[in-house]
């Protein structure tokens, strides 16, 4: 197995620097007229400031404002961070041990750097709050979802729990909230074909062979709302909130299904109402049987006065 090059500089805010590969073929004199036009989003005087302050780094150290282009080597430096605004929830931790962290990721906060949302993602306040720089998540999930998600502490480990959610050999039970159909019958398996294209914010059922499958069940009922049990086999984009939309039934809080509606990122109020609830595997290391629960509830189930306010 062809190990990962080790980075020349050392994490910032629990992240890795950006790397880039130089082209074998091209015109440029410098470095930094390459960077200049690979980087077309960063400002040139940011390009000149970072190389005079030896910020941008190849293996053998800082680059040189006027260093000569090198067809096929590489530089390291750290990206300018976006502004964010503070997810204000905190992570609860579940379990832990040498090989896994199991964590209670609040509504609102994404799984991983990606986008406007980096220093407030649950990858980089656990690896710095909990000093684990080598942290990285078995699994997602969306940044407005609740609940249970599994990281690998032990950089060995990764490739054997990684492997279980590929393979769908672990269980996984999410709760919901959303309207109450009495003419529904209920419990029920939905199979469908869901694709999701870039740039396109929300995923569609399409016809043709199902790649999607839901077990979808009624645990109780009251004031028109339905506690709901989901059970998906397979984890394609907003699964979940497509196939109760699609049963007419969409989930409380959802901004995407039916309809998308413009949420300013710092609205924190009527979360989408959905609870990553349990994951139950067989370790792959020990072979012991392992289970999960979540420690956090529905605000619409629990206190539907105050999720409505």
Same mark, same amino acid.
């Given at each position: 197995?062809?190990?990962?090059?080790?980075?020349?500089?050392?994490?910032?805010?629990?992240?890795?620097? #950006?790397?880039?590969?130089?082209?074998?073929?091209?015109?440029?004199?410098?470095?930094?007229?390459?960077?200049?036009?690979? %980087?077309?989003?960063?400002?040139?005087?940011?390009?000149?400031?970072?190389?005079?302050?030896?910020?941008?780094?190849?293996?053998?150290?800082?680059?040189?404002?006027?260093?000569?282009?090198?067809?096929?080597?590489?530089?390291?430096?750290?990206?300018?961070?976006?502004? !964010?605004?503070?997810?204000?929830?905190?992570?609860?931790?579940?379990?832990?041990?040498?090989?896994?962290?199991?964590?209670?990721?609040?509504?609102?906060?994404?799984?991983?750097?990606?986008?406007?949302?980096?220093?407030?993602?649950?990858?980089?306040?656990?690896?710095?709050?909990?000093?684990?720089?080598?942290?990285?998540?078995?699994?997602? %999930?969306?940044?407005?979802?609740?609940?249970?998600?599994?990281?690998?502490?032990?950089?060995?480990?990764?490739? #054997?729990?990684?492997?279980?959610?590929?393979?769908? @050999?672990?269980?996984?039970?999410?709760?919901?909230?959303?309207?109450?159909?009495?003419?529904?019958?209920?419990?029920? @398996?939905?199979?469908?074909?869901?694709?999701?294209?870039?740039?396109?914010?929300?995923?569609?059922?399409?016809?043709?062979?199902?790649? #999607? !499958?839901?077990?979808?069940?009624?645990?109780?009922?009251?004031?028109?709302?339905?506690?709901?049990?989901?059970?998906?086999?397979?984890?394609?984009?907003?699964?979940?909130?497509?196939h109760m939309n699609g049963l007419g039934i969409p989930i409380l809080g959802d901004d995407f299904y039916p309809d998308i509606t413009d949420k300013p990122v710092d609205d924190f109020t009527r979360p989408l109402q959905l609870l990553a609830a349990a994951l139950e595997f067989t370790d792959?290391?020990?072979?012991?049987?392992?289970?999960?629960?979540?420690?956090? @509830?529905?605000?619409?189930?629990?206190?539907?006065?105050?999720?409505?306010?």
């Open positions: 197995m062809r190990r990962r090059q080790q980075p020349p500089l050392p994490k910032r805010h629990g992240l890795d620097p #950006a790397r880039l590969r130089m082209p074998e073929e091209g015109d440029w004199a410098t470095v930094r007229d390459h960077l200049v036009e690979r %980087l077309p989003r960063v400002p040139p005087a940011r390009i000149d400031q970072l190389l005079h302050e030896g910020g941008i780094v190849d293996l053998d150290g800082p680059i040189a404002p006027d260093a000569p282009y090198k067809p096929g080597g590489a530089v390291w430096f750290h990206r300018d961070l976006p502004e !964010e605004t503070t997810v204000p929830f905190d992570i609860t931790v579940v379990h832990r041990d040498d090989d896994l962290l199991v964590i209670d990721k609040p509504h609102f906060l994404a799984t991983i750097p990606r986008g406007q949302h980096i220093l407030q993602t649950a990858l980089v306040r656990l690896r710095r709050e909990l000093d684990l720089p080598d942290l990285i998540p078995a699994h997602r %999930l969306d940044r407005v979802t609740a609940g249970l998600i599994l990281f690998v502490i032990d950089p060995a480990r990764r490739g #054997a729990y990684q492997t279980m959610f590929h393979r769908r @050999t672990v269980g996984k039970e999410y709760e919901a909230i959303a309207p109450f159909d009495p003419d529904l019958e209920l419990p029920r @398996t939905v199979r469908s074909r869901i694709i999701k294209e870039k740039q396109v914010l929300a995923a569609q059922e399409v016809p043709g062979e199902p790649n #999607a !499958e839901t077990r979808i069940e009624l645990l109780e009922h009251r004031d028109g709302l339905g506690r709901y049990r989901l059970r998906p086999h397979t984890g394609r984009t907003h699964q979940l909130r497509l792959p290391i020990s072979g012991e049987p392992r289970r999960f629960e979540t420690t956090r @509830t529905l605000q619409a189930w629990d206190d539907p006065e105050k999720w409505a306010g």
